[in-house]
């Protein structure tokens, strides 16, 4: 009898640590699927040249390659979009995004939850604690989203306009060409009708944002990455 009140006791124990590997497993798959940051600091987004603001700040919940942008009681997805900090001059990523350098070579991955902002009339791409100053290029968004990096100049039609550092463009033709003039807050939304719309660096390379081209200043040419999770992270 002794023998058997002593399997009845092992048993139990077995069958309760089975149970908290099982509550451990489950709750770091959780974590691992699911991610949230907290943002309390007044936000704003421009979406065809239409402003949006968020007073309160937003938490954005990253479950599953999808991000859920969270704000005055509201759930929501917001693909495409920018946030960009009221108070500072500074933008929060919802979404990973390629790093690109102007270069075939020179592309890496900024995770979603990184920001970059404006120190001292500096560039700064911190992500996660990895700092990297004064980059060059643009961040791309896999889909139709570019933010710049440094100052080039927008062409279309003819017409140029000059874009500053944290400036974004959304491009997809045949639809919307949606562009935000950070340096001068000004904002606006047109048909995209152009397919040689570009963007132009200070190292003359162009960036055509109807086919997601890159044209390098020794003729060759490449399209960008559309998958920011086959890069190595930026550290």
């Not at 700040?57 to 759930?75: F, K, P, Q, Y």
């Not at 929501?76 to 390629?98: G, H, W």
Request: glycine share 8%; charged share 20%; aromatic share 12%.
């Amino acid at each position: 009898m002794g023998w058997t009140r002593v399997v009845k006791k092992i048993g139990f124990t077995v069958g309760a640590f089975a149970a908290l590997l099982a509550v451990v497993f489950l709750t770091v798959w959780y974590f691992q699927s699911v991610e949230k940051l907290k943002v309390e600091e007044p936000l704003y987004t421009y979406v065809a040249g239409s402003r949006s603001d968020y007073a309160n700040g937003v938490t954005l919940r990253h479950e599953d390659s999808t991000t859920w942008v969270i704000a005055d009681g509201t759930r929501q997805t917001l693909p495409d979009v920018i946030f960009y900090c009221k108070n500072r001059d500074a933008v929060i990523l919802q979404e990973s995004m390629v790093w690109n350098q102007k270069s075939p070579a020179g592309q890496k991955r900024m995770d979603y939850f990184g920001e970059v902002r404006i120190e001292n009339g500096v560039v700064v791409l911190d992500n996660g604690g990895a700092l990297v100053q004064s980059p060059e290029g643009f961040l791309y968004n896999g889909s139709n989203t570019y933010l710049l990096l440094e100052s080039a100049t927008l062409v279309r039609n003819g017409e140029e306009t000059e874009l500053a550092p944290l400036s974004t463009v959304t491009a997809e033709y045949g639809g919307l060409l949606e562009v935000y003039e950070y340096g001068e807050k000004n904002a606006f939304s047109e048909e995209l009708t152009d397919s040689e719309t570009k963007i132009v660096f200070s190292n003359s390379s162009e960036l055509l944002v109807a086919s997601d081209k890159v044209s390098l200043t020794n003729g060759s040419w490449y399209l960008l990455l559309t998958d920011p999770s086959v890069l190595s992270s930026v550290e």
